[in-house]
């Protein structure tokens, strides 16, 4: 919970660290993606912890000031698109599980996709379990006859010994980007963090399409508990005249299943010299330090997928105290 009410998170004024990105791809690989954080008093040692994937695999990138992080230590292999919980003293890792890499490059290139969500269990971040999996395709909404089926994006939100897991599923192709992105945002629900989940017969959030609607898809979305209500986070896929673009939008929800768009969060832009964020701001992950909000995301300069490179900043808002409830 981040303990601040709806209105607040509303009213923040999110400023971009000047300093973006803090992490870069590296030249021989162009992604990396998908920030989850945890904060100095959810990790084992007082450290900032963020899981990021990139052509790899997913790997976790440590700092002692949620700034500053260093090389990445590679976690897993066939994996992207992470999410880290604390729960009851255990870090559990959700993410998509790819094809092996061969079969995943066909995918990219008009061959089928395939993935699922798995999950990895460890006591201390440093050693971690087999992989189990944890949702796999049996809905007709997550896929395409034509792309394979995804379920990608797990974000898992616990609440009173009940547990969340927000997804995304389908594949869109994206034109101009020559790959494909999620459809829909959907949900499966659970007692256990791992295992026992019954999805829901459709999925929560459809892209808005008719009417002028400029929306592609649906991207993926994050949940946060607040004083009166939920938050949700989704970055969607859009169409801008001739280009597709992402942006971050702030969604309420008095249940956390059924969402309403309140705004946009952040957009693409040109940043002074830099054009790292020009095209797509993608997924995002809120995390709450003292007074301040720190929004991490990955960004994209360019579409097309042999020229465009995706790296991670993070945007900043100071909150004030607000009173604590009669």
Same mark, same amino acid.
């Not at 997928?305 to 993070?314: A, D, M, P, Q, T």
């Given at each position: 919970m981040l303990d601040i009410t709806f209105s607040k998170l509303e009213e923040a004024r999110f400023r971009l660290y000047e300093k973006n990105p803090v992490i870069r791809s590296k030249f021989y690989d162009p992604v990396v993606a998908d920030p989850s954080v945890l904060t100095p008093d959810e990790s084992p040692d007082g450290k900032w912890y963020l899981f990021a994937h990139s052509l790899r695999g997913v790997s976790v990138f440590v700092s002692d000031d949620g700034v500053n992080f260093g090389k990445g230590r590679l976690i897993l292999s066939r994996a992207m698109? *992470?999410? *880290?919980?604390?729960?009851?003293?255990v870090y559990y890792i959700f993410y998509e599980r790819l094809q092996p890499l061969?079969? %995943? *490059?066909?995918?990219?290139?008009?061959?089928?996709?395939?993935?699922d969500i798995y999950a990895v269990t460890s006591k201390d971040l440093m050693e971690f379990s087999e992989p189990v999996p944890v949702l796999t395709f049996d809905k007709p909404y997550e896929r395409s006859?034509?792309?394979g089926h995804s379920l990608s994006n797990p974000f898992l939100f616990a609440e009173e010994g009940k547990y969340r897991l927000y997804y995304s599923a389908g594949l869109t192709y994206i034109e101009d980007c020559g790959f494909s992105e999620p459809t829909?945002?959907?949900?499966?629900?659970? *007692?256990?963090? #791992?295992?026992?989940? #019954?999805k829901r017969a459709a999925p929560v959030i459809y892209p808005e399409r008719g009417d002028g609607s400029d929306e592609l898809c649906c991207?993926?979305?994050k949940v946060y508990?607040? %004083?009166d209500g939920y938050a949700g986070l989704q970055n969607v896929i859009y169409r801008e005249g001739e280009k597709s673009k992402s942006e971050i939008r702030l969604l309420y929800s008095s249940d956390g299943v059924r969402f309403e768009r309140v705004k946009t969060l952040l957009a693409p832009a040109v940043c002074g010299d830099s054009d790292w964020m020009a095209q797509f701001v993608y997924a995002s992950h809120l995390v709450r330090t003292g007074n301040k909000l720190r929004l991490y995301f990955n960004a994209r300069n360019k579409a097309y #997928?042999?020229?465009?490179?995706?790296?991670?900043?993070?945007a900043e808002a100071e909150i004030e105290a607000e009173a604590d409830k009669a």
């Open positions: 698109r *992470a999410d *880290a919980k604390k729960i009851n003293g061969l079969t %995943r *490059a066909k995918g990219l290139f008009g061959g089928k996709w395939e993935s006859e034509k792309n829909y945002i959907c949900l499966a629900e659970s *007692a256990e963090p #791992v295992s026992g989940y #019954v991207g993926c979305l508990g607040l %004083r #997928v042999l020229s465009g490179r995706e790296h991670i900043g993070f």
